[in-house]
Structure formats: C-alpha cells, structure tokens
C-alpha cells in the first residue's frame, strides 16, 4: 500500500451567469477593437474570458448579440449618458450661439477621444452590411436614438434664437466632423509638423460650425 496520498480531485468553480458575461463582454471588447468584427472568432473570445464556447451562444445568442452588447449598447450608453448631461446642465438659451457651439463640440471632443477604440470598433463593423444583432437591430442603432435628442435639443435652439439652420443635418455633420477630428488625427495630421493643440482643434472646428471657412457670419458678409 502506498504512503502517499492521493491528490483530492479538482473541483470545478461555478461562476455566477453575472461574472462569466463580465468576462465575455470584457474579452469581446478587446478582441473586437484589435481585429473587428469579423476577425474575431467566438472560440477566441472564449478562450481570453476563460469559459466555454457555447456560453457566448447561451449568453447572446450568437457572435452579433455579442458584439452589440460589448460594443454597441456600452457606445449608446455613452453618447445618452452625454445628452442626459447636456439637457441638464444647460437651460435653453443660457449662453451665447458662440458658447454653446463650443461647449458642445468640447465636450464630444473629449468624449470621443477617451473612447476612441469603442469608436472605431462600432464604425468598422458597419462595413459588414449583413450583421444584425438577434432582435433585427442593425449596429447603427447605437447612433440613432442619441441623434434624434441631439436634434430635438437643437432644433429648441436655433428657433429661440431664430436661426435657420437645418437642425436633422446640422447636429449629424457637427457631430461627424468632431467624431472623426477626435478618432483619425493621426491620420489628418500624418506629416504635419506641429500637430495643432487640442485647444486649438477645438476652436477652429467651432469657427468652422459657426461661420464656415469664409470666418466670419453671413450678416457680416451682407453689410
């Protein structure tokens, strides 16, 4: 008989469902922003998180689910949570056209910057036409509600302080100009000595909002 004990079995741990999805959610953000969508398998993003396959399946449904609850619900979160910031902090007409233009493009600005890799994840993966998640929501959904408070907000705006502007193009080319000035500068400013100063980006996309390239306003141009 030998004297040496046995080693006692290994016992699988049961994660609780709330920190297996954690770990899947977190494993497909960094998948997703290194490869995108279509580079990054499920068994992949198993292996990181550390669980089995089939729990991506059990959890989300299927590689889309996933990728719109790690990419695209966390970027609506975001950009809602900023509109909910923005409606509160600021009363109708409580500062001037110039102020809140700037204010505004500001705080996407810095917004976008600190979430880039979110951002270029959600816009990759709107090359692939053809993924959904399981309800039918198409990946850009994680733009379209934000949007239309945006241009609700906007559109009280202009016509307090009687403005004729487009509201539905204004806020969604505002929005586009910043967003990409916050994700791609390195790549509009590649070759660029001096790359212009945050301060500096910020301010000149406001003057562009405000009065176009001509730099100055259109009553000004009349007189």
């Known amino acids: 008989m030998s004297l040496v004990s046995e080693p006692a079995p290994v016992r699988a741990i049961r994660r609780p469902s709330a920190v297996v999805r954690g770990l899947l959610l ?19 993003i198993a292996a990181l998180a550390g669980v089995r396959e089939a ?3 059990r959890h989300f449904g299927n590689k889309s689910g996933l990728f719109h609850a790690a990419v695209v619900e966390p970027f609506r979160n975001l950009i809602e949570e900023f509109v909910d910031r923005w409606e509160a902090e600021h009363l109708p007409r409580s500062l001037t056209t110039e102020e809140l233009t700037g204010a505004w493009i500001s705080a996407l600005y810095t917004l976008m910057r600190e979430h880039r890799e979110l951002v270029v994840t959600l ?14 929501e198409p990946f850009t959904d994680a ?15 202009l016509a307090g302080r009687g403005l004729t502007a487009d509201p539905t193009i204004t806020v969604r080319a505002l929005f586009g100009m910043v967003m990409s000035m916050a994700v791609l500068d390195d790549w ?15 301010a000149q996309m406001t ?3 405000l009065h176009g390239i001509i730099g100055r306003s259109p009553s000004s141009e009349r007189g």
């Open 207 to 209: 003057d562009v909002a």
């Open 26 to 44: 977190d494993a497909a953000q960094k998948l997703f922003a290194e490869r995108g969508f279509a580079g990054a398998s499920t068994r992949e």
């Open 123 to 136: 816009v990759a993966a709107h090359a692939f036409d053809g993924e959904t998640a399981p309800d039918g």
């Open 188 to 202: 509009f400013f590649s070759g660029v000595t001096r790359p212009p100063a945050r301060a500096r980006v910020i």
């Open 143 to 157: 733009f379209a509600r934000p949007m239309d408070r945006m241009e609700r907000f906007t559109r009280r705006e």
């Open 55 to 57: 729990l991506i399946f």
